[in-house]
């Protein structure tokens, strides 16, 4: 990575003149004018208060010793000085067309890194709820979580996905009566996630005319907790087919785990986890619970053990960080969830620092925004009730397909049909990876499913474009494709918008560990944006297919370069493309 290496180039140029001046803060970042060159860089400035020395001075040392470096400068075309000491530099030619060879050479590996290697991430995403159905509000963490983890193993880093399902508690007793009372379990077999809301909707209708049933459910959990026979088979049944059924949600979102590891998993654990909190006294009873005082962190208590001797699931997430550190060696954990649960994040990272589960290991919550519908609301249908997922997808899928169809309606069905599907599920996910994390996310299907602009359609069109225009060369010039053949002669690439598409093309592998320093999949969409961008100008403003033969074949080298990179971006943020569109 070109930035790595210029912080590499300054750092030892800087122990080499004026030793190891510990804790440098040193940045080196892409300026907003192209005339201020690729990158810059404020170490001069840095330096002077550390040296006592005039920063334009520090900076002339900086930019001689760069400059009389013959392997520096096969990367730099030139390193000049600007404003009160600024170091730019201007990536040479040979780097640039380097790396378009490399990308052409590599296809699919191209920006895989080693950064990571021997570190292990886990990412705890999606965290479904059994027995009710995915909804709306399970979209972000589950499609960020899944970036996360591509963007990680990218980089080299051993990656774990845990889907930390909700599938314990005080609900399942609730379940357990109604399926005994009520539930038939062929027909629930038939349409599992739509026939348990159903029994939950009839169990809370019941228990406001028949108190006694919030009891007898409790019992049914008690039961259950203790290990009764029917109680359990029932409880597995309902597991099974709640993850069967969003199985097929995940499989529509291209979303993979490598662990389900659910708050049951926890449950022998947890009586340890509050005892041993008791005897570090880091936890203490009040008014018959147990709590965590965070007074010193001024967060309020953490609840562990309530006064009846339940357990919570504060006290399954204790038990789950210090799982993932001894059984997985985690060296950093994420939890994909929302701003909601910013409060539970903080208690719990502090109570697990208090019981040191989890030494050395970097926790964070991955807080998200809301999803809302057109008009800036709760994304909700005309009864109030939150929109399943499936439905949702379902309806990108439909409105894609309309588009398609208008757009070129000579395509079969079947090929309609496969187009609209990656188009549709495309558009959802990149509406939401193309926006800061932070902030809430509103569904506008238009600018979604259109073809111009920031939006899904436009970058897999912009694939299929390139996959388009190298199948036209290689008819037209009866060559199977430039790599191994013939080097194409990339020096004939002079434009200015040819030049702007290789100096965005070497900043690939950058942008993803961007995406992972600030653990934010939007940085990653925005690369592949300002790339295709980047390349359309090109494409419109300048001849390929009839440029002469060796400018040509350099047209279409840095085109199929452009084809793979923002195949590979898009894959990353689990965005599949098309051949044609």
């Known amino acids: 990575m070109i930035k790595r290496e210029i912080e590499m180039i300054i750092y030892n140029i800087v ?96 920006g895989k890194e080693k950064v990571g290697e021997g570190k292990t991430v886990i990412v705890d995403y999606s965290s479904i709820n059994i027995a009710k159905p995915m909804h709306v509000g399970h979209l972000r963490s589950t499609i960020i979580g899944q970036a996360l983890y591509n963007i990680y193993e990218s980089l080299g880093y051993k990656v774990i996905g845990d889907n930390h399902i909700g599938d314990w508690g005080t609900q399942f007793g609730k379940m357990i009566y109604a399926y005994k009372n009520w539930g038939n379990k062929k027909i629930i077999a038939r349409d599992p996630i739509e026939e348990m809301t159903k029994l939950y909707v009839r169990f809370h209708k019941e228990a406001e005319e028949n108190k006694i049933l919030e009891d007898l459910a409790r019992e049914e959990t008690k039961k259950l907790q203790n290990g009764d026979d029917e109680n359990t088979k029932i409880w597995k049944f309902l597991v099974r087919e709640s993850l069967k059924d969003a199985g097929k949600t995940y499989k529509m979102l291209n979303v993979k785990f490598d662990y389900t590891l659910g708050e049951s998993f926890y449950n022998d654990n947890l009586k340890g986890i509050v005892e041993e909190a008791m005897e570090k006294n880091i936890a203490q009873k009040s008014e018959g619970a147990v709590i965590v005082n965070l007074d010193k962190f001024r967060l309020p208590p953490f609840l562990i053990q309530k006064s009846d001797g339940a ?27 929302s701003n909601e649960q910013a409060l539970h994040f903080e208690q719990l990272i502090k109570t697990v620092e208090l019981l040191g589960y989890c030494d050395d290991v970097e ?84 600018k979604m499913l259109s073809f111009d602009g920031n939006s899904a359609p436009y970058l897999q069109y ?102 793979i990179v923002i195949k590979n971006g898009l894959e990353i943020l689990g965005i599949d493309v098309l051949e044609r569109m």
């Open 15 to 110: 122990l080499q003149k004026w030793g190891d001046l510990k804790e440098m803060n040193l940045e080196v970042e892409n300026p907003k004018q192209k005339d201020n060159g690729d990158y810059s860089s404020n170490a001069a400035m840095v330096l002077s208060k550390r040296l006592s020395k005039n920063p334009r001075e520090i900076a002339e040392e900086i930019v001689a010793e760069v400059s009389k470096d013959a392997e520096y400068m096969k990367i730099f075309s030139k390193v000049e000085i600007a404003g009160p000491g600024f170091v730019n530099f201007y990536i040479s030619d040979e780097k640039l067309f380097e790396n378009v060879l490399e990308v052409l050479d590599k296809k699919e590996k191209f």
């Open 311 to 337: 357990y919570l699931y504060t006290t399954t997430d204790l038990a789950a960080a210090k799982y993932r550190k001894e059984k997985f060696k985690a060296d950093k954990i994420l939890y994909v969830v």
């Open 363 to 446: 926790m964070k919550h991955i807080k998200f925004g809301m999803v809302l519908g057109e008009a800036g609301k709760k994304f909700s249908t005309r009864k109030g009730d939150t929109v399943r997922l499936e439905e949702l997808i379902s309806r990108a899928v439909e409105i894609a397909k309309r588009v398609v169809e208008e757009k070129n309606p000579s395509l079969s069905q079947k090929e309609k049909k496969k187009i609209a599907r990656t188009v549709g599920v495309g558009a959802v996910k990149y509406n939401d990876l193309s926006q800061n994390r932070m902030t809430d996310i509103a569904f506008n299907w238009e």
């Open 462 to 563: 912009t694939y299929a474009r390139i996959n388009s225009l190298r199948e036209k060369y290689k008819k037209e010039n009866k060559l199977d494709f430039l790599i191994p053949f013939k080097r194409p002669n990339m020096e004939l690439l002079k434009e200015e918008a040819e030049r702007d598409v290789l100096r965005q093309l070497i900043k690939y592998s950058e942008a993803i560990e961007n995406a992972a320093s600030e653990n934010s999949p939007h940085l990653v969409a925005l690369y592949v944006y300002n790339l295709a961008s980047g390349y359309n100008v090109f494409y419109n403003s300048l001849p390929i297919l009839k440029a002469d033969k060796d400018l040509g074949r350099a047209r279409i080298a840095l085109s199929d370069a452009v084809g």
